[in-house]
Structures are given as structure tokens and as C-alpha cells.
């Protein structure tokens, strides 16, 4: 059960209203790696959790937070539209930064919100649920969040140095150090469960479901062999269950593919005939 | 530039037709985090790199395995949807195992591809582009394909046990083996990033853009501390740069959220004659 | 700023685990008319109100509890995803029930979220932000807020009649009244706004812009006149401005549809060539 | 069975072309609430209908209307075309207005469909059946279509307002008339229902399935008590059935959420060990 | 401008309900290649057609006549649905058709449409434009129609043997009947449009646009040679103006691919640092 | 089985960086008939492939070909971005190209990819599966080729007028005559199966199954006779089993649509109290 209070996180004025910047925050409230993205995620996660009290905590605790971020970010967007020149088309054959703005906003900000944030990324695609992930393993999960805390904090930082405007910059100041929370809370607890479990995920598989004579080869697919010089082409593997190779010649082992002719009620082009050409 | 050889990387011969398990297979050619995501995801992740050409190597020969992967789950599915009995919809009142085949196999199979694969998950949901991640960070990229590598083995492992069949386990025991060098050699190539940039990604944020108050705390917003117990809650943060704190009762520091009024052209309710109800 | 209780709105038990029903359930949870997609509505229109507070704190109120909704609905898919047999392929030659589950049940249920909810419809297609609606009119947005609950507790009756399980059929009686106290508030508050402005949304357009010959006529563009005895069809219409009436063989005021030839860069086929055929 | 007559029910003559107001267009056009969108939702609910015919001509002689209306929209937007500066890269260092538009308008336009209307909405997102409604309950179904022409009708007016030319207002002129119309019918007709059934959708629900306890009363979930001063928080509710009723403290009647821990084969993290940590 | 006569093309009437059967007709209405799509496509190339009036006609002919056929088989999918075992949970354990049946029919048929057609392929993904073709260059667009047509009878066909429901024979021998039609005029304007125009499409690109080196060579890219038999890699090319050749070793014409690093903004992984592990 | 040679297919070098351009250019790379489409068709189209082996390597080398096409266009792209303006907000008001490219380029080049392409079409929307074919028919696929490749060239053709880069340019030109190759490769191919099968997709369709009478007639949906003009309206038929007919006053053949009510249990507005108004 979820409570809402009438106050921002953090504060979510910008200095003068930028229609062009409030499309491109879209991105970080309807993108991908967005504020409904790791919303929905944590709370997904958080629900289908089977497992350890203080891991439930963490999750929820941080979907909830993730709940307000929209928040805020929504009036950011909603306050950046203030003003928003959609009204004054001819003057636009004068001024390049009002026709850059008249060209540039997404129209839904004009014509479908009313100067409101939207459920969309920066080109105008509205979220949907394909991008967040929820798999009842937590540490593959938290492997998720890591990786989502750090798609978005590269972006937030991308943003802020795509503005001058001081109101913007505050509040993203306020977004990378909470980001920065983010990243370090899922790396110490991705640390916790990989001492546990060890590093690769499942680690509920029994060795015997595994061809191991293929589980630590790096196959030179592509020309040249650059990547023969990593630390993931010999040595120990992480896991510590196996030494890395590298094999300049990948062999086939599965032989040609040659699958049965369709039976007739298909209606496929019928292959016996064809052959006959 | 490509180049295709005929052969199968591994042997995708299932013991005997199962068009309900092609339907589940789909999920890890088609899906989230199913083969043609992480080759087009690679693949992209390789063509935009602009650093070091051990990783771009690395990138490269690993997308250009997983089209090989796709190529050996398509054969499996198209295998295992021989003699799949579209045609015998009487005899289903008979028999339970046909009438669970004629309900449950994707109608794709039947309808739409003649019995071969579909760029689809296991829903019938078709693949698409918001799946992938290539941001131009490798550091927060790698952490993407650690992620993809996790989610892939688990669905992998999931389907093992979903199956009798010799031949299918054979082909996932090589799924299996491949997944857990992707994920070994995605954490080495992450441990070595880390150690050179440390663990919050960007890396190249100045510490003066951020709010650092805020970088460190782990925030209750959900009822109960269980939360405060775990690593996260205390002690040097993996970054070594702060000190986790808890705050069992987040403040607010935004203040109201309060918007200006539309203005008349967007045809909003009028605010006014509103608040004189 | 959000914040959560560790407790369910209502009790989600079902007596029993029903893998069928999860996937049924799921319409209720990310269905076009979903918990998501009411959740979602009712924070953007309240995050982009600009108008009157008692309005605002309406919809905050009812899009937060949605949320809690989603929590309860998520919590029972979980639980009725106890025990499936997805480990029992064999046995399902003997049994037309496991028979019915394995070909029925959502695989992702199985495969993708560990027998957790998924963020998807009942047919596995995932939710997506185009099915909300926040225009920043709040007649408008109060007529989709009304038509959503109406749906979605069509829905819910539609599954309440679909199972014998006690303990869903209770948590489902909780939504249906929950559905009626929305559904009659937003009703409630249409009438307030409907009596202060008038039925025509938006009120703000002036007379001049509305070519009003055309306002109040059912042209009836479909063979037979069925529709001429209807309240739509003669008498006052509901807004009070004007007659309907009803014209049985409608008038084309546009004159025959003729486009220029497109500019040869566009390499369309060359219309006068294609003229003289 | 259709036929179509080879003019357009309103003339669509712009006095001059403008590619940028031709990507807005495509708002009404392919839009959640554009003409596509009325026309097959109310084709499907008339080919789904199994009532009473007037509703049902009424649905087909509106749902047929829309056809038309998607033609003169896609007409217009053709001519907003024509001229489209999309060979004249260089001019646009000059001219603002060019570099406008080159910016600006949907780069569909000139690739894709050779200077003609698209089926996409302003943002050039193809339009999806995701946004139509057909539920079989023509009370509901109603309800969404006065939604529809709500949120149609205030785009609208939007677009009106965004543009100096003549001939697109009067087509506008004309969309806002039997916009007029479309809301005012379905008013009409969902008086007569609602008088019949009764306001609760759908009517058919035995009070025994419902927990009436809490039907109605609105839960202050959200902090301050704005909402208590509406009519939808004390008084009779417009069902006539019960008394509205405000509770500031909302209860939680669920318990906590707990889940079984999933079985081995699911390869989640084992929650057993997660606890010992 | 359309109309509406209240009898369909053709009979619409199954001997018996079969609401899995409803399932896999959806996608002839709403998949890739269903009437949904024919309907739209030949739409939109209408309205969009800048050329001469035979071939406009055609098109709206033909696009007319589909929107008939949708709702021919939305009308069969009504009827199939009549009887639905909705509501008839426990027996299933005892009858395997009515297992398959509740496991296997579209739930949106149970939940969301009230045992009506929805707008969806076969697998419950809703319809979305991106399906559609209307480039303005008619000759590409009728190759589109043809492949339409051809995609769309092989599913027809491939539907008509998975019953044995006469009634639904006749309605899909219709619609054989008139995809043969559809196939067959879309052929023939084909062939006048390349007896003008010759084969290559757009025929409007001037001879020293093209690196006509490259323009009539198969590479192989793939191991084996199997495609030099073909009537593809020798002799005249079918638009008479080069000779096919076959190269077994394709050179790379376009050197290494090596991008410039991003600027310090982008926050990449900095590639120099990153060099000197 | 893949491998990757680092070489480009065909140089990618522009002259000079132009962001509004590489967003346009994401047309042909992740677009309905870019080469992420042409690639995926292709490889689907082999794998799925269970005749003739000529045909089948035909198709393989193509679709090989075409992932070489995506590194190439993905290039140029990246390279396109190089020194884009994102970050010289306030230069925008004084130089209009400038303030074209700001509102012009696509967000997700700045924010999400780091400068790098994106698998997106030129409108931002993510490429998406549902674009693809790949039905078990080869003669149904070809034409499904032979229309990709007509698209596609045309797109290139209009993307080469719009640049003056001769880099760009270049680039384009090889891609013209690569289309030209293809178009002719699958024409040659489509001869050879329809002197084999004839023209009517699927060629196994028993003349019994088909309501002959409807097979080669064409019908007058649509005011206007211009269509009776063409070769499709009289003499005999591309396939030469029938003769053209037209048809100026379409017959219904079917009757009125007429279905029973639905059942109670699924609470659609009852009919027979509606019929009582």
C-alpha cells in the first residue's frame, strides 16, 4: 500500500522555461533507462520477491524513491513548457530560436498534454514494459539495476552539459549523487550474493547440465585477434572454476543444417519440384 | 563485412517433434534477453566503439557468435515443429496431448512461417529494438551484457528443466557453457575498467557537479528497516569515495509542486472558474 | 514523494494454485484498462495539474492507490503460480488439466519471471504508455478516467465469473467496489465540472472557429434509418445549443480529392508517362 | 460491405504549404485519438454488436463518417506538402523558416511516403489497435467514445490555434462542428442507458459479489484533505445506492505479502542461504 | 467520403462455435498480412496517389472492398466465440476439448471484447501500421500488394485445412477466390508499369548516380556455391541492361572501419586511458 | 556459423559531420525497409529454408550481405555525428543552421548512444520484428524481396537528393547499385518459380477449395469507372486460368450480420432491455 506527500524530493525549477530541453528530459522520465523504468522494475521486483527480508526492503525502498523521481522530473518538464511558443508561428521566419523551438518541441507537449509531461522518451515513443527486467534471481536483478543506475547516470550527466541553466543543473546535480547511491548500493550487494553463490548466474546449475569443454573459449569470430591480449583470454577465470583459452579458429560443431521438406498441407513452394530445375 | 559457413556451431537435432516446446523456445531466440538481442546489441555495441581495439575485438567476435547462436535455435524450433498436428483437429477430443499441442503451440508456427522460427518470444510478442543497449560507455555497457549473460542463462536453465528430450538438453548444455564464458569474460573486462576508473559510471563526472550530500544514503521509504542490515546501509561504499548512511525518514526538499496556469490556448479547464466551486 | 506500507489493501489468497488463472489475471494487472494503466493515468494528470487543489488531491489520492492495487494483483499471481507444472511434461499424455496448463500458461510465468507477475496483458503483450491519457483537461481527462473504470470493471466481472476459487473471488469483489467508488466519483466530479461548463469539451472554443452548420446533424452514412428513432437524432442536444437532426443521404461539401503530381525527387512513378498507358 | 464516393465530405485546401504543420496534423490523423482510432473503434464495436439495432446504426453510421475523415486529413496533409524544401540543404544556413522545417518536419514525409499522409501521430509513431475499445458493453464502450471525441475535439482546438492559414482552419471548422455532434450523440445515448441501468458499469453485477463495504468511500492516500471538500466525498452517489463516506487514516485489511520461496528448478537465488548471510 | 450497406460480401456462418479456431482466424483479420492491413495500405496509397486515375481507381476499389472482408471475418469470429466454455472451469479436468479450449482460446476474447473480434493477430499482439506500404511510387506499392496477397493467401490456405467446419470452408473459399483476383490485377498492372518503365525501381535514378560496378554481381558471402547455378549469376539481367556475374571471393572495398574518439562531453569510457592498459 | 572481417563492404566516409542528415539516414539502417530488415528477412527466410539448396544459398549470401550493409550505414552515421552542436545551446540564437540541428537531430545520437547510430528509424521509433517475412513459401517470399528491395532503393534514391555531400554520396551510389543487383536477382528468381507453379500464391491450392466464380472479377466499390480502363479488367488473366470481369454494381452475397446476444455471464448491456426504449 502507497502513500503520497505533497512535496518534491528535491527542488524542480528551472530559470526560464526550453521547450527543446523539455523534450529531451523525456528521456530520463519514458526512455529506457528512465524514471518509470526503474520504477516499474524495483516494484516488480520487489512484489515477486521470494526470498531474504532485507533484500525485499532494499528493493521497494528504492522503487518507492524512483516513484517521486517521475515526480519531479514530470514538473521539471511541465515548468520548462511554461511559455512554449506554439502560438506564434509566423514569427518564426525572424527568429531561428523560436523556428528551432517550433521544430523541435515534441508536438504531444502541444497538442496532447497541455504543457504536461508525457510518458515518453526524447523521440516521442512511449514507454512500455519490454524494457524492465524482474526474473525472481536477485542477483541476476541487481545485476539489471546496476546496469540501469549506470545507463542513467550516463545520461543525466549528458543532459547536464546540454544546458546552461542553473535551475536544470540542480536538479540533475541532485539526480547523479542519488544515481551514485544507486550504482554503490547494488554493487555492495552484488558483491554479498557473488561471494555467497560465486560469479556466474545461475549458480544453481549442476555441472553436469554443462558442456564445460566450451565454458571458458574466447572463439575468434572476427578477423584479427586483438582481443587475445584481455584478461578474459587466459588466466583464471572469475568464477574460479576454469582457465580461459582462446581458439583462433572456431570449429563447427554441429554439421550442416538440412531440415525436412514441409509436409504438403503447408503450402509451401514444393521443394521436390524445385529441385527439378 | 560477413561471412556465413554451413555449418551449425553445435548439433540442434531434438530426439523427436514437440511443437509445444518450440513455442517456449522461441523465448531465448526472440525474447528480452534472447539471442538476436544480444547479437544486435553487440553488434551495434561494436560498430559505434570508438576506443581501445582489444574491446572492440572482443565486442565484435562475441556479436558475431551469437548470429551463429540464432542460427541454431531457428534449426532446433523448425525441428521440433515437424509433424506438429495442425491438421487433426478432430482427433483432439481424444487425446489430452494433442489437444494441449493444438491449444498451446504458437499459431505463428502454423499459419504464418510454414513451420519455421519466428523473430518472436515465447508470447508471440515480436522482437524489437528497445531490447538492446549501446551507449558509447563500454564500463556501463559491459555491465548491460553481464546483465544480458545472466538473464540469458537463467532462461536457458529454466528451459533444461522443462524438457525430457536428450537432444534439446544437449544444445542448451552448450548454451549453458557458452553463457558462462559470455558472463566470466563480460566480468573481466569489467574488473579491469573498474580498476582504472573506479566503480560510478561516468567516471568523467567532476565531483562539483554533483549534489555529494545526497550520494550515500540510503533513503526508508518503505515501512521497516530490515534494509539497514545489509551492507549498503554502512561502511565504506564500494567507490571508496563516501560513507553509506541511513535515513530512516527522508525529507522532502522541494517544496510544493505548484504550476503556473495553462495559458488560454491550450483549451485546459480554466483554473479559475474552477477554485470558485 | 511516495512511501509504502509492508501491507496489502486487501487479502490476495487464493485457495488454490492456478497457473490459467494467473495468465487470465494479468489483463487486470497490464491490460490496456489494467492497474498500470489507471496507476499511470491518474500520476500524470496529477502530476501536470495546474488547476484547482481539491481536483489535484482527488486524483493523487486514487492514482496512489492504485498502485497498491497493482501490489495486490501482482501478489496474487504470484500465489497462483505456486506449483506449476512446468517440470511435468510427461505426465501431461495422462492428464487434460496439466494437459490444458502446459499448453495455456503464459510461458513467461515459467521462463522469464521465475512464477512472478509480469507487466503484460493476458495475451503476453507487454504495457505500453499509449493506452493513458493526461491532456491537461480535466473533463476530459475525468471522461477517460470514467470509461477506464467502467472497462476495467467489466473486466473484473467477466474473471469473478471465471473461477470457483473462493479467495480470488474475494479479492475481486474488493475491485468491484473499489471500481464503483471511482467510477462514481469521477461521475460526481464530471458533473460538477459538466454543470459549470457545459457538456462540449473543450468549453473554451469560441462560436466563430466551429462551422456550426454541422454541428448537431447524424449523417446517416450506413444503408437503413434505425438510428433516426434514437434521443441523438431530433429534439434539444444535451448541451443545450442546438437541434439534432438527422440527414439521410449526407452531402459531400469537398469537392473531388486531386493532389498535385509530386516534384520528380521523389522518384514516384512519373504520372503524365503513366497517363498516356 | 462499403463503397466509396470520390469526394471528400469537406473541402481540405490549405491556402499554402507548411511541412512542419503537416507533422502536427498527423495528430488527428494516427494519433491515440485521431480518425483512425474512432473509425475502427467504432467499426469494431458496430461488427461486435449484438443488440439493439439503433445503437448499432448509430455506431455504423459514425464509424463510417470517421473513414471519411481520415480521408480529408491525409488529403490536407498531402497538400501541406507539396514544396517541401527537402532538396535545399544548403539555403538553410540563410533562412531560418527553412531551417525550420528541415529540422522539423517528419523525415516519413520525404523518405518514406513520397510527400503523402502517413498512418503515425505527431511524434511519427505508427498508429496500434492498442488504443481502440470494443468491450461488448455498449454503456462502456459509449462512455470511451465520449472520451474519444473529447480528447479529439481538444486537440483540435489546439491545432487551431497553432496556425494563421485560412483553409486549414475551415477544415478544422468543420472536424470541431462534428466533433460537437459525436459528444453531444454519445451524451444523448448514454442518458437513455444509464437511465435504463443505472449509472455502475456493468449493471449486471449481483450486490453479493461486490465487498460494498467499500464501494464508496474515497481514501485519503495522499497527504492534506483537499479532496474531502467535492461532492464525491459525502452525500448521495450518483447511483443512487450509497452514501459517500471520506476516510483520512485508510486501513490496511491484507496482512503482509508474503510468497512460498520457489521451487529449486526455478534457479532463483536460494532464499534459504540468502537468509544465513 | 464511404458508405455502409448492412449485408455482407459474402456468408459468414460456421456450423459450430470453435473458439480456438477464433484464435487463429485473428490473424487473417489482424496480423501482418490480415484485411486490417490490406484494407490500410490500399487506403493510404489512394489517398496519397498523385497520378493517373485508372490506377487510383484500382486502388480504392480494392481497399473498399477490404474494409468488407474485415468485417466479413470479424462477424465469423463473433459466431465462433458463441458458447464459449468461459465459464465452465472445473469440468475441464474432465474433458480434454474443453482443456484445450480454456488453455488455447485468446483470453481477450473472454475478458476484454465480451466474445467479439478484436483487432489482433493470432497471438494476441494488436494490429500496428508499421505493417503497412504506401511509398507514392506505385510500381514499388503494387509489388507490396502482390506480395500482400500472396502472404495473405498462403495463410488462407493454410487455415482452410486446419478445419473441418464447411461453413468456415466457404467463407475462406471466397476468400481464396478473390486473393487470386487481387494477386492477379495487381500482376497485370505490374507488367504495364514495367513494359514503361523497365524493372528496376525507381526507374528515375539517372545512370551516374549508381556505381554500376556493383550492380549486377552476387557475392558470396556464404561457404559453398550452390547459388552460381542459378539464373541470378549469369546471363542478362531481367532489366536488360548488364550481365550477372558471380564473384566467389568479394573483396572489401571500403578499408578498416575506425571511428574518431568521442568529445570528453559524451562521458565514454575514455579511450585513452583505456589504451594504456 | 559467422564470421566478421574488419573491413568495410564500401567506404563511409562523409565530408563533413551533418547530425540532421544522420538522423535522417537511420531510415535505411532501422526503418520498416532499412537493412536490419533485409538482413533479418534474409537470414530468417535461410534458416527457415527447407528446399532447394541453389535458393537457399542465394538467400544466405544475401542476408550475409546485408549485415555488412548495417556496419556500413551504422559508420557513416557515427561519423556523421562527429562535432555535433549539443552542446553550444546558447549559439543557437544567434545561427539558424545551428538551431535546425538542435531541434532537428535525434535526441537518443546526444543522450542515449554516445554519438553512435541507433537501431531506429529516421523518426526515432525502435525497429521492430513485425516488419519482416519469412512464410515456408519461397515464391510468396521472393515477392516479399523483390518489394524490399524496390522500397528500399527508392529511399536511397530520395536520400541522395537531399545531401550535397559527396562522401554521402558515394556511399549511396553503391547502395543504388546493390539494390539494383538484388531487385534483379529476386525478379530472375520469381520467373523461374512462376514458369514452374504459375502465378497464384500458394500454386497447391486444390481448385475445389476455391469459389471460382469470384476469382477474376473485379468489383466497383468506388464511384467512378476509371479502373474498367486497365488490363486487369477484361482478357485473360496473368495466370491464365481465367478471365477478367468487372463488375460496376458489387452484389452482397452474404446477408445481414445478425449475431446472438451474448450469454449474461458476460455482463454486456443486456439487449433485450435495450430493445424495449
Same mark, same amino acid.
Given at each position: ?21 523539455? +523534450?529531451?528530459?523525456?528521456? *530520463? ?6 524514471? *518509470? ?12 520477491? =521470494? ?11 528504492? %522503487? ?8 519531479? &522530473?514530470?514538473?521539471? &518538464? ?19 530560436? *523560436?523556428?528551432?523551438? !517550433? %521544430? ?6 502541444? &497538442? ?17 514494459? %519490454?524494457? *524492465? ?19 542513467? =547516470? ?11 541553466? =542553473?535551475? &536544470? ?8 549523487? =542519488?544515481?551514485? !547511491? ?8 552484488? +558483491? ?31 578477423? %584479427? ?24 579458429? @572456431? ?19 514444393? @521443394?521436390?519440384?524445385? +529441385?527439378?530445375?
Amino acid at each position: 500500500m502507497f502513500f503520497h506527500r505533497k512535496e518534491l524530493q528535491f527542488h524542480a525549477k528551472p530559470d526560464r522555461p526550453d521547450p527543446l530541453y523539455a +523534450k529531451k528530459l523525456q528521456e *530520463i522520465l519514458g526512455g529506457q533507462f528512465g524514471e *518509470i523504468s526503474v520504477a516499474m522494475q524495483y516494484l516488480f521486483q520487489g512484489w515477486n520477491s =521470494r526470498g531474504d527480508a532485507k533484500y525485499k526492503d532494499l528493493i521497494m525502498d528504492t %522503487g518507492t524513491e524512483e516513484i517521486g523521481h517521475c515526480e519531479m &522530473i514530470a514538473t521539471m &518538464i511541465a515548468r520548462l513548457l511554461d511559455d512554449a511558443p506554439v502560438h506564434e508561428q509566423e514569427a518564426a521566419a525572424k527568429d531561428p530560436m *523560436i523556428g528551432a523551438i !517550433m %521544430g523541435g518541441m515534441n508536438p504531444h507537449h502541444a &497538442i496532447v498534454s497541455g504543457l504536461g509531461a508525457v510518458p515518453e522518451n526524447s523521440a516521442g515513443v512511449p514507454w512500455n514494459a %519490454g524494457y *524492465i527486467v524482474a526474473s525472481g534471481n536477485i542477483l541476476a536483478d541487481f545485476r539489471a539495476n546496476l546496469n540501469a543506475e549506470s545507463q542513467g =547516470r550516463l545520461q543525466v550527466a549528458r543532459l547536464y552539459e546540454m544546458t546552461e541553466d =542553473r535551475g &536544470i543543473k540542480e536538479m540533475l546535480s541532485f539526480l547523479l549523487a =542519488r544515481d551514485t !547511491m544507486h550504482q554503490n548500493q547494488w554493487y555492495a550487494a552484488i +558483491k554479498e550474493l557473488e561471494e555467497q553463490q560465486g560469479v556466474t548466474v545461475p549458480a544453481s546449475v549442476p555441472a553436469e547440465w554443462e558442456a564445460t569443454d566450451f565454458s571458458y573459449t574466447l572463439y575468434n569470430f572476427s578477423e %584479427g585477434e586483438e582481443a587475445k591480449a584481455g584478461s578474459w583470454a587466459s588466466g583464471i577465470s572469475p568464477d574460479g572454476r576454469g582457465t580461459f583459452s582462446y581458439d583462433s579458429e @572456431p570449429a563447427a560443431y554441429g554439421g550442416k543444417q538440412e531440415l525436412n521438406p514441409p509436409p504438403p498441407y503447408m503450402h509451401s513452394t514444393p @521443394p521436390l519440384q524445385v +529441385k527439378k530445375l
